[in-house]
């Protein structure tokens, strides 16, 4: 009977594993850069760009639209930072 060592893979082997049978279910792998939203610089400029849109005559729905988006990010980056009230 061989060893637990001998039939351990390696991480990189599980990885290689992983990529194959997700190739196999017709998924590609991509890499992309998000926003940091911890990031209390990016959350100001996300904030100034959310009411910029919102100054530019949209519709009642695509108005109501942001400023629902930006209440929601502003409870979840105020859970995130500890702080009981949104921004």
């Given at each position: 009977?061989?060893?637990?060592?001998?039939?351990?893979?390696?991480?990189?082997?599980?990885?290689?594993d992983?990529?194959?049978?997700?190739?196999?279910?017709?998924?590609?792998?991509?890499?992309?850069?998000?926003?940091?939203?911890?990031?209390?610089?990016?959350?100001?400029?996300?904030?100034?760009?959310?009411?910029?849109?919102?100054?530019l005559?949209?519709?009642?729905?695509d108005?109501?639209?942001?400023?629902?988006?930006?209440?929601n990010?502003?409870?979840?980056?105020?859970e995130?930072?500890?702080?009981?009230?949104?921004?």
């Amino acid at each position: 009977m061989p060893s637990a060592t001998n039939t351990a893979k390696t991480s990189a082997e599980r990885m290689r594993d992983h990529r194959r049978r997700m190739r196999e279910k017709g998924y590609v792998q991509k890499t992309i850069w998000v926003p940091d939203m911890r990031n209390a610089e990016v959350r100001e400029r996300y904030a100034h760009a959310a009411k910029t849109l919102a100054s530019l005559g949209l519709s009642d729905d695509d108005a109501a639209w942001l400023a629902h988006s930006e209440a929601n990010l502003n409870q979840i980056w105020a859970e995130e930072d500890g702080d009981p009230e949104p921004r």
